[in-house]
């Protein structure tokens, strides 16, 4: 009886650890989602009006709406960074859009020397707030280091391009 016992749980060994598990084919098939248009919501008519605005763009107009959008968006980082409300990453990241911006519309090296003079002056003031905070405890090492990395490659990049202004 005992070795018919024993056969007898071996044999139905699978079958206990599968107790509770879906198979195969109970699982539902996935419900098909089909892709989002996200031209929708304009008509052709109000597709039509942007694509002429387009035609009649002047790459220098949106060079400086294109700045004027940086600016903004700079300020309002900066802004909330200073309300403790943004990390540091968001700031430098709209600090460089703010440059890239600056430098489209430069049109001589005095002015390209300008722009990144501010961007490196910019971040030299986000690096001693980022300091004052991580004194206080208020941001980690990591976000401070980051700050002081930006601001020391900003200065590299400004450093060798008075050089190169010098050697002309």
Do not use: C, N
């Not at 699982?27 to 035609?55: C, T």
């Not at 300020?75 to 200073?82: A, C, P």
Request: no cysteine.
């Amino acid at each position: 009886m005992r070795q018919l016992t024993a056969v007898t749980l071996v044999a139905l060994l699978p079958a206990v650890f599968m107790l509770g598990r879906t198979t195969r084919a109970q699982i539902p098939e996935r419900e098909v989602v089909e892709p989002v248009d996200i031209l929708a919501p304009l008509d052709a008519k109000q597709r039509a009006k942007a694509r002429f605005e387009l035609s009649l763009a002047k790459e220098q107009d949106l060079a400086k709406a294109k700045l004027k959008a940086a600016q903004l968006a700079w300020q309002s980082q900066l802004q909330r960074f200073v309300a403790g409300r943004a990390v540091t990453d968001f700031v430098i990241d709209s600090g460089k859009r703010l440059l890239e911006a600056e430098l489209e519309l430069a049109k001589t090296p005095a002015a390209v020397l300008a722009a990144h003079e501010k961007y490196w002056a910019s971040l030299y003031e986000l690096e001693q707030m980022s300091k004052a905070r991580f004194d206080a405890g208020r941001i980690d090492i990591g976000d401070y280091a980051e700050t002081k990395y930006y601001r020391l490659d900003a200065e590299l990049k400004l450093v060798r391009l008075q050089a190169k202004m010098q050697q002309k």
